[in-house]
């Protein structure tokens, strides 16, 4: 069938309209420029409104029984609807996870540049995931590691807050610190 190459699946939203000439239904449901319903009519029958009004015929949903189509200016719609896309990507906000690596033998002043790191990552708004990986004889004593961890996160509480607590898997230990909310 033609139609399936606007759509990436049933559940998902039309990508591209189907318009005019390419619509291929016996009847639809008609829907007219200013929004009143206009019943179920033929094919032509539509076609033929959309034309006398000077407008496009555009399929809106084409699982409905019958189909939806609806008069409208096509090149407007896409235009209304670019502008509301590009509206949309500029209020949102990304939000990156940054990393920021520990050792179990680290000394006081690297855990302090460490933390004046996580602190500007903090207010730049993004997740921060701070890792130990313990090696060797590290590995038989997590709690030297740990006891890290909640020296590090009493640094930089001030602007984080523990989103997911510490935990090991394998020879790491990390947790993820998210900004204070303001």
């Known amino acids: 069938m033609a139609q399936s190459q606007f759509f990436y699946s049933e559940d998902t939203t039309i990508k591209e309209l189907l318009i005019n000439n390419q619509i291929r239904y016996r009847e639809v449901r008609l829907i007219g420029a200013d929004g009143e319903q206009l019943g179920i009519v033929?094919?032509?029958e539509a076609q033929s409104k959309a034309?006398?009004?000077e407008k496009d015929l555009c399929l809106l949903n084409p699982n409905a029984e019958?189909?939806?189509c609806k008069i409208?200016?096509?090149g407007k719609?896409?235009?209304e609807q670019g502008k509301k896309e590009k509206e949309m990507k500029k209020s949102q906000k990304v939000v990156v996870l940054k990393e920021v690596k520990l050792s179990p033998v680290i000394d006081i002043g690297d855990m302090q540049t460490k933390a004046k790191q996580t602190m500007g990552f903090a207010a730049d708004g993004n997740k921060i995931k701070v890792s130990i990986r313990m090696r060797g004889r590290q590995q038989s004593r997590p709690e030297i590691s740990?006891?890290?961890m909640n020296d590090f996160f009493n640094m930089v509480s001030e602007a984080c807050v523990i989103e997911k607590e510490p935990k090991q898997e394998g020879?790491?230990?990390f947790m993820i610190l998210?900004?204070?909310k303001k």
């Open 77 to 79: 719609y896409k235009y």
């Open 171 to 173: 020879q790491n230990l």
């Open 66 to 68: 019958p189909p939806v």
């Open 51 to 53: 034309n006398e009004a």
């Open 72 to 74: 409208m200016d096509y």
């Open 42 to 44: 033929s094919i032509q």
């Open 178 to 180: 998210v900004p204070k």
């Open 146 to 148: 740990l006891k890290i």
